[in-house]
Structures are given as C-alpha cells and as structure tokens.
C-alpha cells in the first residue's frame, strides 16, 4: 500500500469510526439506555465456542466491520451513562479520545526519546508541572505508566533497590525488610510486595480509625516492633483516596515517622490525588511535606482516557534509574535530543520493562483544549455532587426501610446501606441484603452499581463491617436527579426482595 492509499484510507476509515462513535456516544447518554454490555453478533459466536470461521475469516469483511463495531459496543459496559456509578472512572472526555486517536496514529513508543521526540518532552512537562502542582521540589520528575497498580510496583521496586543495593546482584537471599501499608490500601501494595521478592507475610497491615484513616501512633509502634525483629521497616504506603471510603491517609504524620525510620514514604494517590493537584480540601494538600513518590490515575477523576497514570519521585528519574536500569547500550544511548537536561532522555531504562505508550501527549492536549480550570471544576463538582448523595441518604425516610451513612464522604466515595424493614434489627444479615439488591438493579440492565465491604476500629475493636453500597462520583453529567434514580431503585429493588 502506498503512502497516498493508506491517507485514503484512514481518512475513510475515521470519517465513518465519527459517526459511528458519535451516534454511539449519543444513544449511550439517552435516558433509560442499557449500561450493562450485552454480546451479541459473531462475538456470542466465539463466547459460545462455535466455529472461529465466522470470527476470524479468510477474506476480510470489509466494510461490514462496522456491524462488528456496534456489537463491540453493544457487549461493551455503558461508560456514558450517568447510571454507569460502578468502578472509579467514567466516560473519557472529547478531546481526550483525540489524544487517544492521536497516538494510535502516531504509534511511537517512549522508552527511546528518539523514537518518540513529541512524546518525551510532553511527558516530562506534564511529570514537572505535576510535581510542581504537588508542591515537591524542582529536582521531581515523573513517568507515565499503565495503571497505578504497574506505577506502584515501580515506587517499591526502587525503593527495595536504593536501600538493598546488593539485591539487583546477588538477589533477595539476604534481605529483610518490612513494607507497612494501611488495611484499605488497593490490593497492589499486596502484589507489588509479592513481585519485589517480599511475600506477604512483610506485608504489615496497620489499623484505621473509624473513619478509614491510618492510624499512625500504631504505624510507629508495628515499625518499631518490626525493627527489634530484625526486618527493616523500609517502605511505607500511604493512601490519598481509599478505594472504598475514599479516605485519604494523615500524610504529614506518616512522613514524620517516615524521617524518623529513615523509611521511604510512597503515596498512593491513584484515586484522591486530583483532589492534591486541583482541589481545595486542605487534608489532601502535600505541600512542605517530605513524600518519596507519589501516584496518580488521570484517567479516574480527570476524565483522560484509559489509561493514564503518573509516578512522580522527588529525586527525579535517576534514582529509578540506579535502581532499574541496566544500560542496554544497544539500545539506551543516552542521547541529549529533547532539550537541556541533567537526565538522561533514553527513559526506558528507568523502568521495569521496554515498549511505553506516549500516554502524557493525550492529558496535555485535554489539558490544553480545556485549560487548568476544567480539572478544578471537574473534582469540585465530583466532591459537591458526593455531599449532595450524602446529604439525600442522610434525610431520605421511606416506608420501606431505613437509610444509613457508613460515615461521611472525605472525597469522591459515598458508602451507605439501605436496610429493609424486614432486616432491621437482623444486622448480620445486611450485607446478604446489599449483595442481593445490588445484583437485581445491576442485572435489570439500565443501572450499574456495585457494593464492598471493610475492616473499621469501633473505639474498642477492630470489625468488619456488612456489605455497603459504594457510589463512587466521576461523571460530570450524573445530576441530583441521577442520584434520586438511584436511591429510588435500591428501593425498588428492595421491595421486590422483601415484600
């Protein structure tokens, strides 16, 4: 095919992928649409293992793969809807599918400035102008990464390496080092620590209050006792945005025991950390606060498209680099092609693996199209809207139960149960009850919500609490009359199953 083909090409190719995204964007955002997917076509084929010869032809289909596009969409989850309450990410906005286009156009990958000139230097302008937003010193510098679990990983792995140096020659047969963690933090810490070479049994879960934050006297007190057994506390994971709660952990307190440990300090700030870089609430602000690396998921509260998330460490890339890299000079040449810099550009070598997607070019160009102010507005407006649901959970009666608050939104995550009456003094059976309604709205198609459960200190014991329903808010268009619907099916559904 040559060059004027393939522009021909494409050009016919994007002008019919508009209209069929857009009239799918159009109907996803009706009223009463299906959120949850439903497969159909020649993808019910291959769910029901019948011949591949219809999935997978010997000539193509040509055009008639527009009817397998809108069977994608049809089995796809419903992201548009302002129904669709059920993980912590929405629908991507606009200009951010146009960063997403861009790059599969562009396809170049960033582990090699060269191969990705553009992409680099975006990148490293966006890594700064976040950790200038964050508060951290002129030396930070961050990279891009496929999710916060992966960025995650990243942070322990460099701090496993910069306090056991020994371990990237003679392995792990040597250290001993404990990795602190709160008991809501999101499953990766777990993962991560089990990657490094740790296991997790040097996982050290520390309790929360009632309220979901960690509890920090306790922290010192597991450091201490961990360290009179010989295991290094070395790394401490603090959570900005609980993946239940949304609580964010008391980071300067936990940085000051950090320095006391000599520990590395990593936030977690995949969900709650919009709330640090464009918010206002002064209990997720880190300026003037010691942190080692922090994480955060654009592609949750931000509206960037899946995915994009951003490690940020405050001694910049070469101390990943001394960690991570091995300097494969066939292919890391250390080329000084982006600009004046006292780090190297080649910064792949700086990470666990080779081929990176330029994921900074499609939050810059959102960043650019819709100016600084949109992000502000965007997690101000998710934060109003989580008080709103609160406050309608708080004073709704109904002759069908009763409602009540887990405890107070401290972000974008509003967690409560709706008991029936049948139920009402039967607590051990809320949670069967929570399961049961969220499965019947969620099988019913129009509406997506989910449940979860956590471990609370009631100012004498630790407990584990029944089944809640979390709403976390991400989508701007969900409206107070979004959250009525809501609320209005948990009742229903609640009357179907408890007459």
Sequence with gaps: MDSDDAAVELRKLLTEAAHVFSEYVRESQQPGAQVSGRIQGVIADAAQSESDARMFPDAGVGSRVWDDVRDVCAGAANTWSSAFLYKLYAAPAPMGIVGETLLAVLNNNAHVTRAAPSGAAIEQAVARKLAQLLGFPSSADGLTFPGGSYANLHALMTARNTRFPDVRTRGMSNVRGAVFTSAHAHYSIDKAAVAAGFGLDSVV????????????????????????????????????????????????????????????????????????????????????????????????????????????????????????????????????????????????????????????????????????????????????????????????????????????????????????CALNDKRSEWGGATRRMCTHINDGGSMLLDYATVDVFDGTNTCTLPEFFRIPINNPSVSSATLNDVLNAIESAAAELYP
């Design 205 to 420: 879960y520390v309790p929360t209050d009632s309220v979901g934050c960690m509890d920090v006297h306790k922290l010192r007190k597991l450091m201490l006792e961990s360290r009179a057994r010989g295991v290094e506390p070395f790394f401490v994971n603090a959570t900005m945005g609980t993946t239940v709660l949304g609580a964010c952990d008391p980071i300067a307190s936990i940085s000051r025991v950090c320095r006391e440990f000599g520990a590395w300090l990593h936030v977690d700030g995949s969900w709650g950390g919009p709330h640090a870089l464009f918010g206002d609430d002064p209990a997720f602000s880190v300026h003037n606060i010691h942190i080692d690396s922090f994480v955060v998921n654009p592609h949750k509260l931000l509206g960037v498209p899946l995915q994009c998330s951003f490690l940020i460490m405050r001694q910049g890339l070469n101390v990943m680099r001394r960690a991570l890299g091995l300097g494969a000079t066939y292919l890391f040449h250390d080329e000084q092609v982006c600009g004046e810099s006292d780090v190297p550009c080649d910064v792949g070598d700086a990470t666990l693996g080779c081929g990176r997607r330029p994921d900074a070019i499609k939050f810059w160009l959102m960043w650019r199209y819709y100016g600084t102010q949109y992000f502000t507005n965007r997690v101000a407006l998710a934060r109003n809207t989580s008080l709103r649901l609160a406050e309608l959970v708080r004073t709704r009666t109904s002759l069908l139960g009763r409602w009540e608050l887990v405890t107070e939104p401290a972000s974008t995550c509003v967690c409560f149960w709706f008991v029936p």
